[in-house]
T-cell receptor, first 114, second 114 residues
Framework: AQSVTQLDSHVSVSEGTPVLLRCNYS??????LFWYVQHPNKGLQLLLK??????LVKGINGFEAEFKKSETSFHLTKPSAHMSDAAEYFC????????????FGGGTRVLVKP | DAGVIQSPRHEVTEMGQEVTLRCKPI?????LFWYRQTMMRGLELLIY????????DSGMPEDRFSAKMPNASFSTLKIQPSEPRDSAVYFC????????????FGSGTRLTVV
């Protein structure tokens, strides 16, 4: 079985300050991990993915995430928030026999203040 | 590649009417997923197909919902009869085989049942 926990349902940051979105996962197998972003009234877009190569993964729009097996974490960060980063972010795990079936976290809604 | 294409983008219908949502996956992707998203329940997996065959429909809320995939390039999600509580955004996603790819999502269909 696999599961994902996003530790914050809402995060508020000021423009220009760092963003940290926390994600912990549980998996019986070596996982693949993803972050998706959903802007208001839009579909989900892949930000980045970890697939057992480098543990520090860089994605689009300046985001990056670090896979830490010992902590079962895959936190998403960005050094400097932009107004356009206001969106909902989903941490996702894929593992096991049903490798094509993804398990989504509950989402973190990011508010960026000017 | 045009991505995953969903139609219509918006649908407003009266309670009791039949609603059909359509999806064209990315060519070469052999998995197709239907999701529903609401504020109250978040993102829910309704059903998914592999090579046009339904694999898991345990998320389909009730018999009023049905999904088909007659060929590799087309799928439908039908609600008959529709009810106001079916109002949601319905997403289609596709992926190739393998757990490292993640899903590509369509832009969604916003369904309102009045």
């Amino acid at each position: 079985a696999q599961s994902v926990t996003q530790l914050d349902s809402h995060v508020s940051v000021s423009e220009g300050t760092p963003v940290l979105l926390r994600c912990n996962y549980s998996s019986s197998y070596s996982p693949s991990l993803f972050w998706y972003v959903q802007h208001p009234n839009k579909g989900l877009q892949l930000l980045l993915k970890y697939t057992s190569a480098a543990t520090l993964v860089k994605g689009i729009n300046g985001f990056e995430a670090e896979f830490k097996k010992s902590e079962t974490s895959f936190h998403l960060t960005k050094p400097s928030a932009h107004m356009s980063d206001a969106a909902e972010y989903f941490c996702v795990v894929s593992a096991g026999a049903a490798g094509n079936k993804l398990t989504f976290g509950g989402g973190t809604r990011v508010l960026v203040k000017p | 590649d045009a991505g995953v294409i969903q139609s219509p983008r918006h649908e407003v219908t009266e309670m009791g009417q039949e609603v059909t949502l359509r999806c064209k996956p990315i060519s070469g992707h052999d998995y197709l997923f239907w999701y529903r998203q609401t504020m109250m329940r978040g993102l829910e997996l309704l059903i998914y197909f592999n090579n046009n065959v339904p694999i898991d429909d345990s998320g389909m809320p009730e018999d009023r919902f049905s999904a088909k995939m007659p060929n590799a390039s087309f799928s439908t999600l039908k609600i008959q009869p529709s009810e106001p509580r079916d109002s949601a955004v319905y997403f289609c996603a596709s992926s190739p085989t393998g757990r490292n790819y993640g899903y590509t999502f369509g832009s969604g269909t916003r369904l309102t049942v009045v």
